[in-house]
Every structure is written in C-alpha cells, then in structure tokens.
C-alpha cells in the first residue's frame, strides 16, 4: 500500500490500492530470489524485457510474503529492466496481477516447520509473464530507489520514505507486543508453578530475567518510538541510523525475552499451547527479514564514522 500510496499512478491507485485499503484483496512483494545473495538488492537476476506493449517478466522469487493468501491478487515484481545500466539503476518495479499467465506458486516455505498461514510465504516463479507496460511503477530503473531509498541517487522521490523504513517499524512495533506477551505468560507461570519447595518466582535467579526483560523491552520500545518519531518528522532519510539501531535491536531483545518465557514455561514453552514457540521464529526471522543484522550495523557504522 505504501508503495502505491507514494508511486502509483492514479489509474494503479484505483484499481489497486482502493480495494487494498479495504481490505478486499491483498497484495505481496517479490524481491528476494533463490539464486544470489538479496541482502544486496543489486544482485537480482530476474528480468524484465520490453516487447512492444507490454513487459516480458522471468525469474524465481521466494519468501514472497502473503503470496500464499487467498485474497492475495497483486504482486510487485522486482527485476531489471536493463543489465548494462550503473548498478543501482538497473531494477525497476512492475505490478502484477496473481492470475498473470506464468506466474506459479512453486511451493509453500516453512519457517522454523510453520506455514505461517493463510498468508505465509512461498517460492513463485515467473515464466515469460506479460503485463502491460502501463504497469510499471515509476520509470525504468527506480526500482532499487523504491525498496532502498538510496541516498544521492534521486532527487526529488528522495525526499519520502521507501518501503522498508516503514517496514521495519511495524517488524518492531510487533516484536516489543510479542515481549510484552512474554513477559506476561512468564510472570503468570512464575506465579503458579512451585519447585524445590517454592514459587518459581521468589527464586532469584527469576527474579533476575524478569527485571532484564523489563529493561530490555523498555529500551527496544523507546529507541522504536524514537525512530518513528523521526521519520514523521525529518523522514526515513535523515533517520536512518536510527532504523538501522532499531532493526539491530528489537529482533536480538525479543529473541532474548521471549526464551526466557519459554524457559518458565519448560516443555509447554515449546508447544503450540503457548504462542511462545511463534513469538521466537518470528524474533529469529526478523533477524534476517527486510536485512540482516551484518547489513545494518555496516549501515550504521558508516553513518556514524561520517558523525
């Protein structure tokens, strides 16, 4: 949506985000691919060739969230337009319609053994998929621009946020509501549960990680609304380093609370009579998703040497 919001023609916001914002279809982003290693966006090899009217799209995606939902009708494709261009201006971004002659669903992906359903993620490949050239987004070669907001490439789109700063801020906002939860169900066992003569929560060493989860929480929750503070106020560009902090942060603290729940919770911690076990694929995904951490301490190293 926020691509559409910020990109889309006025024909693509009628025919695609309208019906998005009421939530009567839903949509998925294709970018990462099997072959290469996306955490560097420049390195898809998918292609996007013009032919007459219309563009001739070819390539393997996966981890192409929600493309497995049954109201999922809308896909953007990330491929390059052009493979002699500089590097960050050969990708550019297209929309395609689910239903596109081509387009297979290859597989569903699990994470951790979870099929994350209905939404879920899945391996999808494009073969020979046309869709008319109206349907790209932008221009050629913005693609890079719109999922990355490269600084000094772009002039005037630079001045908005991409679609993974906002991104990242929902991946947190729902990481610090899974510790809440966590810590939550941790207090409760620790209350109910007696061993060696009495409550697991006067032992001290409980004691100690549920005061641990607090600061870890409160700290991964303010450095969020710190970030989100100035994006809305500066923009994704000027707050950069704090995204980066924030993406770095708040995957490592909910992997760390969310154990010590499933730790006061034993067995049951791992079943899926808890949520726990859901709480901690998803804090070790993330660690992963939208960049990994190695990518954003790099970003943010080079943010603050230029400090």
Not at 158 to 171: A, E, S
Request: charged content about 25%.
């Amino acid at each position: 949506m926020e691509v559409l919001i910020k990109y889309g023609t006025e024909e693509q916001k009628s025919e695609w985000l309208e019906p998005l914002l009421d939530g009567k279809i839903r949509s998925c982003f294709g970018m990462t691919e099997i072959a290469v290693a996306s955490s560097d966006a420049t390195n898809i090899e998918s292609s996007i060739t013009s032919c007459g009217d219309d563009y001739v799209l070819n390539g393997r995606k996966w981890w192409t969230s929600m493309s497995l939902h049954p109201n999922c009708e809308l896909c953007i494709f990330m491929g390059k337009t052009d493979f002699s261009a500089s590097r960050h201006l050969q990708q550019s971004m297209v929309l395609v319609p689910m239903k596109s002659p081509g387009l297979k669903i290859h597989r569903a992906l699990t994470c951790y053994g979870n099929y994350d359903a209905p939404g879920g993620h899945a391996e999808v490949h494009f073969n020979d998929v046309r869709v008319p050239k109206e349907n790209l987004l932008v221009g050629e070669g913005m693609g890079f621009a719109i999922a990355q907001v490269v600084a000094k490439i772009f002039f005037e789109i630079m001045k908005n946020k991409g679609r993974l700063g906002p991104g990242r801020i929902h991946h947190c906002m729902r990481l610090i509501g899974n510790c809440e939860r966590s810590i939550e169900l941790m207090k409760d066992r620790l209350r109910s549960r007696v061993a060696f003569g009495k409550k697991l929560s006067e032992q001290g060493v409980w004691k100690e990680r549920v005061g641990l989860s607090r600061v870890e929480t409160d700290q991964a929750r303010l450095m969020t609304l710190l970030a989100a503070h100035k994006m809305d106020t500066v923009g994704a560009k000027v707050a950069a380093k704090e995204i980066a902090m924030i993406k770095i942060i708040a995957p490592n603290v909910a992997k760390t609370v969310v154990d010590r729940a499933i730790q006061a919770h034993g067995a049951a911690g791992m079943s899926s009579d808890f949520p726990l076990a859901t709480f901690m694929t998803w804090a070790r995904s993330l660690r992963l998703a939208d960049g990994p951490d190695e990518v954003h301490v790099n970003s943010l190293a080079k943010l603050e040497m230029k400090n």
